[in-house]
């Protein structure tokens, strides 16, 4: 039998898996992407990418041993054409640059439209975009 240490860590405690200063650096830029739509009054499938550290606090930076501050999404509201599509309110259990796939329904025969994410985090600092909805035959 043998016996030697071994360093792990899990959950919220894990280190983040990204460059810290790439991570900050990064924090609030969104990206929208859709899927293919064949007709107009069809939903309209939809990917929604946050960069965002989402630092629990309870990581601890290897180099310093100093505790990472907490930094996390607190609220992210999507709407539609103005109409809200959902309202995620969230603490430090959400992950690094997490992802959302989510459908809208088209509000109008073009299917045309914009879709508005806006992030509240925990350090008060408010990231938003829109991003126009292309007409079905247009995707």
């Not at 930076?61 to 999404?73: C, E, K, L, S, W």
């Not at 959902?86 to 459908?103: G, K, V, W």
């Amino acid at each position: 039998m043998a016996a030697r240490f071994i360093k792990a860590a899990g959950g919220c405690s894990a280190p983040a898996s990204k460059d810290q200063a790439l991570a900050l650096e990064r924090r609030g830029k969104m990206k929208l992407s859709f899927a293919d739509r064949v007709r107009p009054d069809e939903p309209l499938k939809v990917k929604l990418l946050i960069s965002h550290p989402n630092s629990s606090g309870l990581q601890m930076d290897p180099v310093t041993r100093n505790y990472i501050p907490a930094d996390f999404m607190q609220t992210l509201d999507v709407t539609y054409n103005g109409q809200p599509v959902f309202r995620l309110e969230s603490d430090i259990a959400i992950s690094e640059d997490p992802s959302f796939n989510f459908s809208v329904r088209p509000s109008n025969p073009s299917g045309t439209g914009v879709i508005e994410a806006e992030v509240l985090d925990s350090s008060q600092r408010h990231f938003s975009q829109s991003w126009s909805v292309p007409a079905a035959a247009q995707m």
